[in-house]
């Protein structure tokens, strides 16, 4: 295995070197410079020493993004104890799955989530600690509310004058391979899988982003997050690559939403965009076509010799609305629309897509801008290996394979499904289809998975969602397809029972609708059901009865 620096040690490195620079801001709210992150590590440090954790305990996260919990998360690794990230939109009982699964001994939370769970469904916990201020919502030993209650008194022992740099001596990982973090892809319990990620896939992946874009990224530079931290596409590239370069994150604290994002773009104009296709769609949609789409702007585009004039004016307005100071655009976690992506490679605007997984912390493909073939996700990134298991990988589509630096240790607790996605030889098995043309470009055809993705990037499992409706009042089954970003249940309700109970075509439509509503209160919000529609017939089945889900797409 080539040689990896310890990540840890980067963190160390990162703070000493920028310790006046601004490192992390709640988008219209307070910043830590990075002298501030180093100080408020060392509390959290001497909370989870007073308090009996031990290296290689788990300390589960889950809250929105902000600099609280990117602290938590910092301070966490370079205590020597695993990290479990949280997405905080799962609901109540898909974050008692995690914390219980994950045998976590702390669990840190956000001011949405603390009024949604019940400690008393995760008994495995020593205390739950608020982000915000990092006071006890639930201590249930004596050591932390000691910890807690004297915390400024302890630091204050440690640090009688002032805290100062050369006081800083963050844990080492011992081995590259050592368990870093575990991020699960799903919160319930049947279909849970906590990655287990190691330290090398965290520097592998920071090193690729160095590669690429450390000259054009520059120290103080600023960033905005908007993908959620406790997803590893977001973790990676709109926070770890950044602190570890000394840059200044700035976190949109509330709900993204598109007025939001406009804002923080125009204020804070960031050097690079990281984002999820549904972001980049509306972006377009709203602020860009009904500018161009007249029959003036039409006619223009057409001749010859005024279109690529117009063409870079448009090209010129679309980055406005981006900020206008930005390198490139990072697309990733789906395809992007193919009339967007049409429009954008006509324009000749800056932008790329991607290609990832969460078992794989995340990158896999990637091309830089000027070299990304439209259509594709780019090509193998540095520390990583691309094939296509198919006898002709141009032309005839195969599973995408990939292995290297960036690849998972296996799933926590589930051995099984370890061994059915890495192979023998290293193999990470993605599950998608794809072809690889001769310059190494990879193309996605489509998923053996049916994994859906959320509008901030969220990992949508429809077969969990299919499960809960099937145990539903007259559905007999049922298919959760995405429409327009949507979800819609597709159903084929239990028909002779109706015709028994001499049931209306209003009477089932009305059973749905309550349906729908009694499914959407077990659901976090991106994956409530928009629509469910009722069909006449069965679903198509395979021999092994399985579905024929691609008819339905």
């Not at 932390?144 to 302890?154: D, G, P, Q, S, V």
Request: charged share 25%; proline share 5%.
């Amino acid at each position: 295995m080539q040689q990896v620096p310890s990540f840890n040690a980067l963190i160390e490195k990162t703070v000493l070197d920028n310790w006046d620079r601004d490192a992390l801001t709640d988008f219209q709210g307070q910043t830590l410079q990075y002298h501030d992150v180093a100080r408020k590590i060392e509390k959290v440090h001497i909370l989870f020493e007073n308090s009996g954790v031990q290296r290689g305990d788990k300390i589960a996260l889950c809250g929105r993004n902000s600099s609280q919990w990117a602290v938590a998360f910092l301070a966490t690794l370079t205590y020597g104890a695993i990290a479990v990230p949280i997405l905080h939109e799962f609901n109540a009982e898909q974050i008692h799955n995690i914390v219980n699964h994950s045998e976590a001994k702390l669990l840190f939370v956000g001011d949405h989530v603390a009024t949604v769970i019940d400690p008393l469904k995760m008994p495995g916990l020593e205390g739950i600690i608020n982000n915000p201020d990092y006071s006890l919502m639930v201590s249930r030993t004596d050591k932390l509310t000691y910890a807690r209650e004297h915390l400024n008194e302890l630091y204050g022992k440690r640090f009688p004058k002032y805290f100062r740099r050369e006081h800083i001596c963050y844990y080492k990982e011992q081995s590259p391979d050592e368990l870093a973090l575990i991020n699960y892809t799903s919160g319930t319990t049947g279909f849970s899988k906590g990655v287990m990620l190691p330290y090398r896939a965290l520097w592998s992946n920071y090193d690729f982003a160095c590669h690429v874009l450390g000259d054009t990224i520059k120290v103080g530079d600023s960033i905005i997050s908007m993908l959620p931290m406790a997803h590893m596409y977001g973790m990676a590239f709109e926070f770890i690559f950044e602190f570890l370069h000394g840059c200044h994150v700035f976190y949109l604290n509330r709900v993204p939403s598109p007025a939001i994002i406009a804002k923080a773009l125009a204020d804070i104009r960031p050097v690079i965009v990281i984002a999820v296709p549904l972001i980049i769609e509306k972006i377009i949609r709203k602020k860009v076509f009904p500018k161009i789409q007249n029959n003036r702007m039409r006619l223009l585009m057409q001749m010859p010799v005024i279109s690529k004039k117009v063409r870079q004016m448009i090209c010129q307005e679309v980055l406005k609305a981006f900020g206008g100071r930005m390198y490139e655009v990072i697309i990733g976690g789906a395809a992007l629309n193919q009339e967007v992506e049409h429009f954008l490679k006509k324009i000749e605007f800056p932008y790329t897509v991607g290609y990832g997984a969460t078992e794989c912390a995340p990158i896999i493909c990637y091309s830089d801008w000027h070299t990304f073939a439209q259509g594709s996700c780019g090509r193998a990134v540095k520390h990583m290996e691309v094939k296509i298991d198919s006898p002709d990988p141009a032309r005839v589509p195969g599973e995408i394979l990939t292995r290297g630096l960036n690849v998972m240790l296996g799933y926590y607790k589930d051995a099984e499904a370890t061994a059915q996605t890495i192979d023998r030889d290293g193999w990470y098995h993605t599950g998608d289809l794809g072809t690889i043309d001769v310059r190494g470009n990879v193309f996605i055809n489509g998923r053996i998975k049916n994994m859906l993705l959320g509008p901030s990037g969220q990992n949508i499992y429809p077969e969990e969602i299919e499960d809960k409706l099937n145990s539903m009042t007259m559905v007999v089954e049922s298919v959760v397809v995405q429409r327009d970003n949507k979800l819609v249940a597709l159903v084929y309700p239990d028909w002779d029972e109706a015709h028994n109970m001499n049931f209306s075509q209003a009477d089932l439509e009305s059973i749905m609708e309550q349906n729908r509503n009694g499914l959407n209160q077990q659901l976090p919000a991106y994956e409530k059901i928009t629509e469910i529609e009722i069909r006449k017939e069965e679903f198509e089945k395979t021999p092994k009865k399985s579905i024929k889900r691609y008819l339905y797409q």
